[in-house]
């Protein structure tokens, strides 16, 4: 971009997109803001780079760049994504037993208004079931209990965690997420036992990263 005597000049629709993106981020204060202006070119790059790292290396990389999250949201209506990452919807109990902190809590907007969802995430190296598909891997069992416990508290104790996340909004999740796995290495037994359990329960769906890969490409290269 060029300059004018050292300083640089910014065209009136880079100030309306900056002035939009905040605007879009004060609807939900404390919830970090992305939409598909944010994208960049290089971003692809970076996603595959975060998924050769830990869960939390990819947690950081991921809330850092929440627009992403809607590629594994059915009908996000790509109007925005509103994340909010390790909040507390439950404090630690008298009795010790822990507190409950997904890996993020997500909105979305479409046509029809707001919508939530809980997305928590394993490794992209570990599939949903194991090689044969007679059985689900040891992430997969806990990301589910996790994802259970997640949307019975939402349903049972709604009004508290209103008040733990700071959101009067905020009403129960339509679902829960599992993000974990690479469809792109999965056997066919494998891919049978997902989507199987997906029908099992309506309320929960597991995504591969794979789904964002794709997303963000065709995001990508409709921008250059």
Not at 14 to 21: G, N, R
Not at 32 to 48: H, I, M, N, S, T
């Amino acid at each position: 971009m060029p300059e004018l005597s050292g300083y640089k000049i910014i065209r009136a629709d880079e100030i309306d997109h900056q002035a939009d993106i905040a605007e879009q981020s004060a609807k939900f204060p404390g919830a970090l803001y992305g939409d598909a202006r944010l994208l960049r070119a290089g971003l692809d790059e970076e996603f595959e780079t975060s998924l050769t790292g830990s869960e939390e290396t990819i947690q950081k990389f991921l809330a850092a760049n929440p627009y992403l999250l809607q590629y594994v949201i059915p009908n996000s209506g790509h109007h925005g994504t509103w994340v909010f990452p390790k909040k507390m919807i439950r404090t630690k109990r008298t009795d010790g037993t822990p507190g409950l902190i997904p890996d993020y809590l997500v909105a979305t907007q479409s046509s029809l208004g707001y919508h939530w969802h809980i997305v928590e995430l394993k490794l992209a190296s570990v599939q949903f079931a194991k090689a044969y598909g007679k059985s689900y891997s040891r992430d997969a069992t806990e990301g589910i209990a996790q994802c259970a416990t997640y949307i019975s508290h939402f349903t049972n104790y709604i009004e508290t965690v209103r008040s733990n996340i700071g959101v009067t909004e905020l009403i129960t999740p339509k679902n829960a997420i599992l993000l974990m796995g690479d469809a792109r290495n999965e056997t066919e037994e494998q891919r049978i036992s997902r989507s199987e359990f997906c029908d099992l329960a309506p309320r929960m769906i597991v995504a591969s990263y794979d789904r964002i890969r794709r997303g963000l490409a065709n995001d990508l290269r409709g921008r250059m």
